[in-house]
């Protein structure tokens, strides 16, 4: 089982993938989490390139505002400050 988990590091995959099962089969604590995944397997590659950025500009602005005050990179105030 070592060799297998070694394995798995080595290529960057789950034991599931490593032994070719591809699809999760487990449950989501959110349903909305399941069909996301449906979905985003379902996009040709541009779109899920386009759904990605999207989803990680949405979960950088989530951050955002839970730390208040503090300017994201490359923001106006921290052209100000470097000027």
């Given at each position: 089982?070592?060799?297998?988990?070694?394995?798995?590091?080595?290529?960057?995959?789950?034991?599931?993938?490593?032994?070719?099962?591809?699809?999760?089969?487990?449950?989501?604590?959110?349903?909305?989490?399941r069909?996301?995944?449906?979905?985003?397997?379902?996009?040709?590659?541009?779109?899920?390139?386009?759904?990605?950025?999207?989803?990680?500009?949405?979960?950088?602005?989530?951050?955002?505002?839970?730390?208040?005050?503090?300017?994201?990179?490359?923001?106006?105030?921290?052209?100000?400050?470097?000027?």
């Amino acid at each position: 089982m070592a060799q297998a988990f070694e394995l798995a590091d080595f290529f960057h995959c789950s034991l599931d993938e490593l032994a070719g099962r591809w699809e999760y089969v487990g449950t989501y604590a959110d349903e909305r989490q399941r069909q996301l995944n449906e979905d985003f397997a379902s996009m040709d590659e541009a779109t899920k390139e386009a759904a990605a950025a999207a989803v990680a500009g949405m979960a950088a602005a989530c951050a955002q505002e839970e730390s208040p005050g503090e300017e994201p990179p490359g923001s106006d105030s921290d052209s100000r400050r470097a000027g």
